[in-house]
């Protein structure tokens, strides 16, 4: 679905150079279960946000079904993001003023679309919100939010969601509703990538991609 060739990234911060990623080739299955694992500055996000088109490679490539995105313009990336991606963050990035079901209806209004009530009670429903769908997120649990959070990145259909550490602000018990939400979502088809640094949940899962150093270790 995704493949990333000799992909590196440099951040430049004043003099200090960052080398971020150093050389990343690495397939992304359709279907698949995948968690990304590795020390903290290893690079993982930085590969995240790669994946996902949010950021761009200083040297490589990326491909989506073949097709490489080099030299895309932002529109054209924004709409591939739209149509393909979806993404889940650790710190939930829900809009406060909002009702939960207005957050989960929010990228449709983004692509001017009426939200449709069925399908935003669907998804809610999925994620176990039903009963919570008029509450503002400061009325919500951390693992409500996560929730919240994963039925907004479903609304467009994605074919992939990437998570960044979706349990890292969660207890165990909810951290263990949130990858059963994502593993119940990857068996209906949906491709999982997932940064995580929980090992037992990483150990749940189809592959393990550890990063080391800016570069895949195994
Ligand atoms: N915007 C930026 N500008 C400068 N340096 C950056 C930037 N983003 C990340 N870095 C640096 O790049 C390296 C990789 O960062 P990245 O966030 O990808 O690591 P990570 O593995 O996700 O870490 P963590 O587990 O702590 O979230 C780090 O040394 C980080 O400080």
Same mark, same amino acid.
């Given at each position: ?22 050389? =990343? ?10 968690? =990304? ?10 590969l995240l946000?790669?994946?996902?088109c ?15 995105v080099?030299?895309?313009?932002d ?36 692509r ?18 039903e009963?919570?769908?008029?509450? =503002? ?63 037992n949940?990483?150990?749940r ?5 550890r990063?080391?150093?800016?570069? =895949?270790?195994?």
């Open positions: 679905m995704i493949r990333l060739q000799k992909v590196e990234k440099i951040y430049r911060r004043g003099a200090e150079t960052v080398r971020a990623l150093r050389g =990343v080739d690495l397939e992304i299955h359709s279907g698949e279960f995948a968690a =990304v694992t590795g020390p903290s500055g290893a690079g993982k996000t930085t946000h790669i994946v996902g949010l950021d761009t490679p200083g040297r490589g490539e990326v491909l989506f079904d073949g097709v490489s080099d030299g895309w313009t529109k054209k990336l924004t709409r591939l993001r739209r149509e393909k991606i979806g993404f889940v963050f650790q710190q939930f990035y829900l809009i406060p003023g909002l009702s939960v079901a207005d957050n989960i209806a929010l990228p449709l209004l983004f001017k679309q009426k939200p449709d009530k069925d399908r935003i009670a669907t998804l809610a429903r999925m994620v176990g919100l009963n919570r769908t008029r509450h =503002v997120p400061a009325a919500l649990s951390g693992g409500e939010m996560q929730r919240t959070a994963i039925a907004r990145a479903l609304v467009n259909r994605p074919e992939i969601i990437l998570a960044d550490e979706p349990t890292g602000n969660l207890d165990s018990k909810n951290s263990e509703k949130i990858f059963d939400i994502l593993k119940g979502l990857n068996r209906s088809g949906l491709t999982v990538l997932m940064i995580t640094h929980n090992a949940l990483a150990a899962a189809d592959r393990i991609i990063i080391k150093d800016g570069m =895949v270790e195994a």
